[in-house]
């Protein structure tokens, strides 16, 4: 995986460079000190991987993810635990407080390569379908046939234009990476949804048939994307 390491200090670059080393499916492309140059490398650069810091001079880790329309996997490597929730809610896949060990470190990335080369083989399958994990199996499923994506509790649920529904206990935001940016969007952190199962929206809430979910705040440009 290629990856890249955004922090504002660069004692902890130093250490995320180190780790990154004896990782040998980490390939560290680029570290930066200043958020804005890394959003530029993002725009002309292949990225799988993102360890970001949250607490930043110029834009906090969060706003910086938050603008980011296709993200890739993120790691947050961060001294403040109070921002977990909110980074979770934006689809982070792991949060690392500083200062982490190697060993934790590495849970983090086997965790990123996991779900790289699920989402990578759902891909290379078949482009109309995902594979939604369930305990060590996995079931494939047509994107075409999922109209609305639930977090409940431990679980989530995959609703289907069948009316029938799946649950798994993969988290919602690890589902949000599997599914095509172009198709579905995210509209709360509880919920994603099919474009094409929209019926109507405005700035606060969508309707997908007859129920009603909210447009949580963190994704409030989602309605750009319809």
Request: charged residues 20%.
């Amino acid at each position: 995986m290629i990856a890249i390491a955004i922090d504002d200090e660069p004692i902890a670059l130093d250490i995320v460079k180190l780790h990154a080393s004896k990782v040998p499916f980490i390939t560290l492309e680029a570290v930066f000190t200043n958020a804005f140059e890394a959003l530029a490398f993002l725009q002309t650069n292949k990225v799988d991987l993102i360890f970001l810091d949250i607490k930043m001079p110029d834009i906090s880790g969060i706003d910086m993810l938050d603008s980011l329309r296709n993200p890739p996997l993120i790691i947050f490597t961060t001294a403040y635990a109070e921002h977990a929730v909110k980074g979770f809610e934006l689809n982070a896949l792991d949060y690392l407080l500083k200062p982490f060990s190697l060993s934790r470190f590495l849970q983090a990335c086997n965790k990123a390569e996991e779900l790289y080369r699920l989402r990578n083989s759902a891909e290379t399958a078949d482009p109309g379908y995902i594979f939604i994990k369930d305990g060590y199996q996995q079931i494939k499923v047509s994107i075409e046939d999922i109209t609305l994506i639930e977090a409940a509790g431990n679980y989530t649920l995959i609703h289907l234009k069948s009316s029938q529904s799946l649950s798994t206990r993969m988290p919602i935001g690890e589902m949000a990476t599997l599914l095509p940016a172009t198709k579905f969007i995210r509209a709360h952190r509880a919920f994603i949804i099919a474009k094409s199962a929209v019926t109507k929206f405005d700035r606060n809430q969508i309707w997908v048939a007859d129920k009603l979910i909210p447009i949580g705040p963190t994704y409030a440009h989602c309605v750009h994307d319809l």
